[in-house]
Nanobody, 116 residues
């Protein structure tokens, strides 16, 4: 059984920073591509960033230069450092573990609200 523990969301002022964490159990974490996605009200879920097992990354255009993903395989944890937050970054952020094309596991999501 795959289980996720996501944390780090909350309310932050524009220009502020947050660090999200996602710890996964029940999988061989080091073999999975890990990603962060987000979904704002009334919008489709979108890719924030992916981190492959080969350490390549793929960032969404809207977060390039502001967000950074990292992973600690020993802790089965992936992080998302978010700097320079904007109101349009407000969304529920989801962690995803992916193996190949057909195996995807999603976390429960954590709310990030950017507002003054």
């Amino acid at each position: 059984q795959v289980q996720f523990v996501e944390s780090g969301g909350g309310l932050v002022q524009p220009g502020g920073s947050l660090r999200l964490s996602c710890t996964v159990s029940g999988i061989m974490f080091q073999y999975y591509t890990m990603g962060w996605y987000r979904q704002a009200p009334g919008k489709q879920r979108e890719l924030v960033v992916m981190h492959t097992v080969g350490s390549s990354t793929d960032y969404g255009d809207s977060v390039k230069g502001r967000f950074a993903i990292s992973r600690d395989n020993a802790k089965s944890t992936v992080y998302l450092q978010m700097n320079g937050l904007k109101p349009e970054d407000t969304a529920v952020y989801y962690c995803k573990a992916q193996l190949g094309l057909n195996e995807n596991h999603w976390g429960q999501g954590t709310q990030v609200t950017v507002s003054s």
